[in-house]
């Protein structure tokens, strides 16, 4: 089928080359219009530098090109961005179309998930269109994904023949997928699980043991899940692909940013500083104010997401910050 890929970064172009692989006919579209020059004359992503791209992926700056007679499009843009993309590609969409966001973040202000901006896009501009909209997420490094190295995703949409669509669209020897009606449980886990790597990454800046780490993402996961069922979500969304596989791998990864970004706060730069390093985007910081202000909404206690809060916008200490989750009220575990 023919699928484009809205995105030229190292997640949009390791999906257009697993896409590829699977024999679909591919174009990938930037707003920014010296990526698609640098894809173009060289072949590879400069993020990406040892992995050669099909030929096959045909490169465009014109998003009108890359929708037109797509039956999938993908929207690979950071979070911040979903809203002013799809904004952008309504008018070329036709009924029929499948929509797929396989960005992770929560929007600030509306507090709505990734799916939820574009359906909200699409309402606003064109409510007669018959378009589907889904998710994808699961612990799928961008670096590892392109290399063929196996793993597997979730796809997830309230149409189950939507989802087993775009499972038989993605799946081959090296990636498995699975379907999941619970779309909003599974777009909470990939915003969140961001804020809990970069804690991690913290812990390991502060030269803490695996013993830490393993409480952090225990407890991460803990919380992610109390505030996903206070949003309807399901629980084993969280145990899933999308929750604790997609924390395990952002929380210990390499190739995780939010995680590095977190290493070199713990080891004494500011938020501002890690960034400039990393030089891409680090999803978990942008959800920090959202997930405070979810938090809040639904009267649900977050305190790794708040201590992370507080180290990057109100400039408490590492120590402080471990030292207040280390000493708060003791409680059972099964409250949980």
């Known amino acids: 089928m023919k699928i484009c890929v809205l995105g030229a970064g ?35 992503h400069p993020n990406l530098p040892d992995i050669i791209l099909p030929k ?77 909209v889904a998710a994808l997420s699961g612990p799928t490094h961008a670096e590892e994904v392109a290399a063929g ?26 990636m498995r997928v699975y379907t999941n ?38 407890r991460g996961i803990a919380e992610i899940t109390r505030l996903g069922l206070a949003m309807g979500c399901k629980r084993r969304t969280f145990m899933g692909l999308a929750g604790i596989g997609d924390l395990i791998v952002t929380c210990t990864s390499r190739h995780s940013r939010n995680n590095r970004c977190g290493e070199l706060i713990g080891r004494g730069m500011t938020y501002e500083e890690a960034s400039k390093e990393i030089g891409m985007v680090v999803e978990g910081y942008h959800a920090l104010s959202a997930a405070m202000e979810l938090s809040s909404k639904y009267s649900i206690e977050l305190p790794i997401t708040e201590a992370v809060h507080k180290i990057i916008k109100e400039g408490l200490s590492p120590s402080e910050a471990m030292l207040t989750l280390m000493t708060r009220d003791l409680k059972s575990e099964l409250e949980d």
């Not at 043991?209 to 409480?215: E, I, K, P, S, W």
């Open 56 to 132: 096959s992926i045909y490169y465009t700056k014109d998003i009108e090109e890359a929708a037109k007679d797509s039956e999938m499009i993908l929207i690979v843009v950071p979070s911040s961005f979903v809203r002013v993309t799809t904004e952008r590609l309504v008018p070329f969409l036709k009924d029929g179309q499948v929509l797929i966001t396989a960005a992770k973040g929560i929007e600030g202000g509306s507090l709505m998930t990734m799916s939820e901006v574009v359906c909200h896009v699409l309402k606003s501009l064109r409510p007669e269109l018959k378009c589907s």
């Open 10 to 44: 190292t997640w949009g172009i390791a999906l257009a080359a697993l896409l590829c692989a699977n024999d679909h006919n591919v174009s990938v579209w930037s707003a920014i219009p010296s990526e698609i020059d640098n894809l173009v004359k060289n072949g590879t």
């Open 149 to 174: 190295i196996p793993t597997s995703i979730v796809s997830a949409c309230e149409d189950e023949t939507v989802s087993d669509r775009i499972a038989e669209a993605f799946a081959n020897s090296c």
């Open 181 to 218: 009606t619970d779309v909003k449980g599974v777009e909470i886990c990939g915003a969140m699980k961001n804020i809990i790597a970069i804690a991690s990454g913290i812990l390991t800046g502060m030269k803490l043991g695996d013993n830490t780490r393993a409480m952090l993402m225990t």
